[in-house]
């Protein structure tokens, strides 16, 4: 997206025309760009093919994965006031989930895999009224915040944490989710990497390094935590797949250890649906294992 | 109900956000120009035009049978709501090496090469048929220097533009019409050295002094081209600009209308001029913008003669 992004402009014209137009120009200068960067082709072409020795067509598919990946919650944001990007192509599955969790807490933990449309699910989560506050990387969050501010009048309810090299993450998220915020949090990548004595999980055939953070954070705030996907099911269709609860407070409370366990199979299941739509083999380490 | 007037200076996208088509020049033609056609096509059903349009072209093609009407209406219509494209893509990418070898197939250059050795300039002359708004573009892609009389409101248009995408301006002069005397102007650039790219069509009804037949009709014409060229002492070169594929274009340059040093007779080569107007417009007049010029609500005239086919 390195020449669309940067031009600001190009966005404000761009999104005067309804998604059907603009989509298609979107994934094919997007194409573009991705052609002109051969050594990057070259790279995900090798990475692809370590992951999926045995399966060429998911390699193509996990290629075509990431590069157009960054469209989806560009589609979100820019689209939405204009044209009701959610409510014209979202269909939510799991809306009495998020309903009851309105109703009795008012916020949630929500955890998704780095899976197939996650970058548009905090949009989703704005959508649907909630206050989100998600933690990405610091560059990231500043470009995003720039077009939340300028395409999005609801942009005060949703908050980027910039994570530090060391730390500090969870304790920010755990204090928004005190002061009212839902936090949305992908936990098979950035909260574990940092901390080098990260327990090490089983996950999708190798090994993940884990974080207890999504189950500490529910656990000490006494919110819900609530395992959601967004899967693009067709040319501008989603579907946001709200599951029931991993942890709902009131009944037993489990220990932080199980209840990560619970979070990371969930994660698993959703992405060993369809591996070739998970963001996370571009830092499966080496000896890692192949996909299954 | 909205005039399709309107759709000569319904740019403003162009006026308000130049930098959007910098940045979209950057993208091959075959990413860029299906999005701009759609968007072109979104603009005018949203605007209400194209509704307009069906119902106006209706009448125009009513003396033919009904599957044959409704299909060159269909045509007409596409036509007049997405004309601007063509133009679009040639002001965008013309100026990129390999433009000519990639999309345009020119026929009839070394003729057009040899009479600019003599002359070093001509009256070149278009109806205002098929992708003609494009012509100015091959032309300057092709080295030519222009002056090009077009409406007076869409020249700091054309001219912001081209000062965005970086071209040499001086390569094209625009005529603002109206404005004092276009045939004066048009004689001044040409002895400058500059070739004049003519619609005549534009002036039926218009101009008076000549009638001549044209789509089934006598019809007053304008006898500028062939003032311009004899007076100036330039040949007069007919050319036709046609699409049969996207992204593809032929530019054919005809064997010229008049050359110095034959009679020098103003109203046999303005006949001569219509003449060959009439049979292009005639091989499909779904593509000639100019049926716009016979009706009311678009020029506010409202006794203009209706050509018939």
């Known amino acids: 997206m390195s020449t669309l992004a940067s031009q600001p402009d190009f966005f404000a014209v761009i999104r005067q025309y309804p998604p059907e137009l603009a989509w298609p120009l979107l994934m094919d200068a997007n194409r573009y760009d991705w052609q002109q960067s051969p050594e990057e082709a070259q790279q995900l072409a090798a990475l692809a093919a370590q992951h999926f020795p045995a399966d060429v067509a998911a390699r193509s598919r996990w290629v075509q994965y990431l590069q157009s990946r960054m469209l989806d919650p560009i589609m979100f944001l820019l689209w939405q006031e204009p044209w009701q990007f959610f409510e014209q192509h979202v269909t939510v599955a799991g809306q009495a989930v998020l309903d009851r969790v309105r109703r009795e807490y008012g916020r949630m933990v929500a955890v998704s895999p780095h899976w197939d449309a996650y970058l548009a699910l905090p949009g989703c989560l704005l959508q649907d009224g909630w206050r989100v506050n998600c933690q990405t990387e610091p560059q990231v969050a500043e470009w995003w915040g720039h077009l939340l501010r300028q395409y999005l009048s609801r942009h005060l309810n949703l908050e980027f944490v910039p994570m530090a090299q060391q730390g500090g993450v969870v304790d920010r998220l755990a204090a928004a989710v005190a002061a009212g915020w839902t936090v949305y949090i992908t936990p098979d990548y950035n909260l574990g990497q940092s901390a080098p004595e990260a327990p090490m999980v089983p996950f999708v055939g190798g090994q993940l390094p884990a974080t207890t953070g999504p189950a500490r954070i529910a656990l000490e705030g006494q919110v819900p935590l609530i395992g959601m996907t967004l899967q693009r099911t067709g040319p501008l269709a989603y579907t946001w797949d709200v599951a029931e609860p991993l942890y709902w407070p009131g009944g037993d409370t489990p220990a932080v250890w199980d209840l990560t366990e619970q979070v990371y199979r969930y994660l698993e299941r959703q992405v060993a649906s369809d591996p070739a739509r998970w963001w996370g083999w571009v830092h499966r380490r080496e000896g890692e294992g192949p996909a299954s | ?309």
């Open chain 2, 1 to 309: 109900m909205t005039s399709p007037r309107a759709n000569l200076t319904d740019l403003a996208v162009v006026l308000s956000h130049l930098p959007f088509y910098a940045v979209l020049r950057r993208y091959p033609p075959e990413v860029t120009v299906p999005f701009l056609r759609r968007a072109c096509w979104h603009d005018e059903v949203a605007s209400g035009r194209a509704a307009d349009r069906e119902a106006w072209a209706a009448s125009l093609f009513a003396e033919l049978p009904a599957q044959e009407r409704e299909q060159q209406q269909r045509r007409l219509v596409a036509y007049l709501s997405t004309r601007m494209v063509d133009v679009l893509f040639v002001r965008l990418y013309g100026g990129y090496q390999g433009f000519l070898e990639r999309h345009i197939a020119i026929d009839g250059r070394e003729a057009w090469e040899s009479l600019k050795r003599q002359y070093g300039r001509a009256v070149l002359v278009t109806p205002h048929w098929g992708p003609y708004l494009a012509a100015p573009g091959v032309l300057r892609a092709m080295g030519e220097r222009l002056a090009v009389p077009i409406d007076a409101a869409l020249v700091p248009l054309w001219e912001k533009l081209g000062a965005q995408l970086g071209d040499d301006q001086s390569r094209t002069r625009y005529v603002g019409i109206p404005g004092p005397p276009a045939t004066a102007r048009i004689a001044a650039r040409l002895a400058e050295g500059y070739s004049a790219f003519v619609t005549p069509d534009f002036n039926l009804g218009r101009a008076g002094g000549l009638s001549v037949p044209f789509m089934g009709r006598e019809l007053p014409a304008t006898t500028g081209p062939a003032r311009l060229a004899i007076e100036g002492g330039v040949p007069v070169v007919p050319l036709l600009l046609s699409s049969d594929t996207p992204l593809t274009y032929r530019l054919a340059m005809a064997e010229p209308l008049y050359v110095p040093g034959e009679p020098a007779d103003v109203l046999a080569l303005t006949r001569r001029i219509y003449a060959w107007m009439d049979a292009v417009v005639r091989q499909d007049p779904a593509l000639w913008w100019g049926w716009a010029a016979y009706d009311p609500r678009f020029r506010g005239a409202g006794e203009r003669p209706e050509p018939r086919m």
